[in-house]
């Protein structure tokens, strides 16, 4: 499987092209608004500011798995994402990223970069993936991994 294999939506439903992941460096966080990591999505926002034009592609994945801290719907996790924590990025479709009904883009992210001892389960929200421009899973980062402590391995794969 490739990363452009998989089918993703944006918040709103329509589709997100995976022509829009070609040859970029990505970072994919799964995100919750009510969350003690929330405050990381005005550190995402400025790696995506400061590192788009180079070719870095934040993707936030909306995700109300841990602690029901996302438990709004897209219009309210969208106004949440305009107004409250404002975001340029993209926010994709509310999905799990654990568990049967697991996300297939998810469980292709564990399979490739499996959490400490192995366990490939997602612990918690803001946990966070590193992509390279070929589509390979280079890194992944807990919860508590601020997003500008990224900026280094994010200046090595651009």
Known sequence: ???????????DGSDFPSADLHGKVILV?????????????????ALHR???????LVLGF?????GHQEPGDAEEIARFCSVDYPVSFPILAKCEVN??????????????????LGIEAIKW?????????EGRVVD???PQT?????????RALL
């Open 62 to 66: 909306p995700c109300d798995q841990f």
């Open 146 to 154: 601020k997003p500008e402590e990224l900026e280094a391995p994010i």
């Open 125 to 133: 929200n803001f946990t966070k993936f590193l992509i390279d421009r």
């Open 1 to 11: 499987m490739s990363l452009a294999s998989f089918p993703l939506q944006r918040l």
């Open 29 to 45: 966080v799964n995100v919750a608004s009510r969350c003690g990591f929330t405050p990381q999505y005005t550190a995402l926002e």
């Open 140 to 142: 992944r980062f807990a």
């Open 50 to 56: 400061q590192f788009g034009p180079e070719g870095l």
């Open 99 to 116: 568990g049967d009904q697991a996300h297939p883009f998810y469980r292709w992210l564990k399979q490739q970069k499996p959490g400490l």
